[in-house]
């Protein structure tokens, strides 16, 4: 064989190569980052002892930050306010183990943020749990906080548990919200049908996120015959974990009765003329303006097709503590990245108290 020529195994050789030494990459930088996390909060519990038993005020803290910075020059980790961030962290998770297994799974400035913005432990336990599951950017773990996606995440009301199997039925709950954050959209209170769909579907990047995460865009106005009619759905999405289709409607108005019938006619149609023996049943979603809980129960109380129903917020209508700006394109492709160990330091806002 000429040695110009390579065996025609080389590109796979090479490309299975090149995969073995990226899954290496990433598992060095998470051991490298669940090191530095358990190692800052050792500090932290050491601090935490000291101001406990002999009363350590914030002048000691301040010396200490120094004293390391000379021992340490290259390293940017002790400062004052990042020692002062690991006292907190380890007043926060007492547990050595759960710091080891859970907060190390992600990096140490996530478990700044998460400090600074969720006080309750379990809520903070949901959003380190879907950091480590969704891999997000710091940028968009602070942006899901900010738009209180833990209080809206399973709120749709919907009739899953009386028409899908568990745990099915159970997963399918988790994955819809209520009310869904359209801040995205620059769209006023007067806005037609066609216009929300028309902003939804250019502004697709930032419509997916807010869904979640295993939502794949199918279509808009996605055609279907029945005999000899068409009909054409809003939207259209597959679901990949739930392994199913997913129809929106959307409704610029108050929830009405009629839409659920209407909804549970898509179902049927798209059940027959797209799903596949492997799928699951599809489901339907309407995206309503408001909603009253009691005509919504009603109207689902018989169907025999799962639907959910959710209400949708513009920026006009969020209150404040909502109104945060969106990450951008590149912040959104980072969530699809490895997470990696961040290394300058988190604003100085945390007090000495």
Known sequence: MSQDLLPTSYDAFLNGLKERIRKAQVRAALAVNRELVLLYWQVGQEILARQQQQGWGAKVISRLAKDLQKAFPDLKGFSRTNLLYMRAFADAYPDEQFVQQVAGQIPWFHNCTLLDK?????????????????????SILTQRIESGLYRRQGEALTNFDQTLPQPQSSLAQQILRDPYNFDFLNLGQAAQER???????????????ELGVGFAFVGSQYPLQVSGKEYRLDLLFYHFRLHCFVVIDLKTVEFEPEFSGKMNFYVSAVD?????????????IVLCKTQDHTVVEYALRDL???????????????????????????????????LSVEVEDPADHLSDS
């Not at 969720?118 to 710091?138: A, N």
């Not at 579907?201 to 997916?208: G, P, T, Y």
């Not at 700006?325 to 912040?331: G, K, R, V």
Request: a negative charge.
């Open 118 to 138: 969720v006080k309750d432990p379990q809520e903070r336990l949901w959003y380190i749990q879907q950091t480590i599951q969704q891999g997000w950017s710091r």
């Open 272 to 284: 027959d003329l797209l799903r596949s023996p492997e799928d699951h049943p599809t489901i339907g």
């Open 304 to 338: 025999n097709k799962p639907i959910g129903i959710s209400t949708y917020q513009l920026r006009d209508a969020l209150p404040e503590p909502l109104r945060g700006s969106l990450p951008t394109i590149a912040e959104l492709e980072t969530q699809l990245n490895v």
């Open 195 to 209: 216009d929300l769909e028309t902003a939804l579907i250019r502004h697709i990047r930032e419509f997916l996120l």
